[in-house]
């Protein structure tokens, strides 16, 4: 089974799908990478999503789902 791991800022801020959202709503732009990620894997594929910026005081890096994609946010 194929698993594939998506480093999300990086992404997010070299992408020019991305790039002007990140800049105005950077919640959306998260969304929108993982809702293009959940639509690229394939039926019997994983995906991840890993946004490790550790400024989010939100986080305590428990993983969670978003369309079938699991993602991981680094804990504060």
Known sequence: MR???VDGYNVLRTTQRYAALVESDLD???ARL???LA???GP???ATGVFDGGA???SDGTPHERAGVEVR???F
Do not use: I, K, W
Request: a negative charge.
């Open 28 to 30: 959306s732009a998260r």
């Open 3 to 5: 698993h594939v791991v």
């Open 34 to 36: 993982v809702d293009d």
């Open 44 to 46: 019997g594929e994983r």
């Open 73 to 75: 946010f680094s804990p």
């Open 56 to 58: 989010n005081p939100h």
């Open 39 to 41: 639509a690229y894997v």
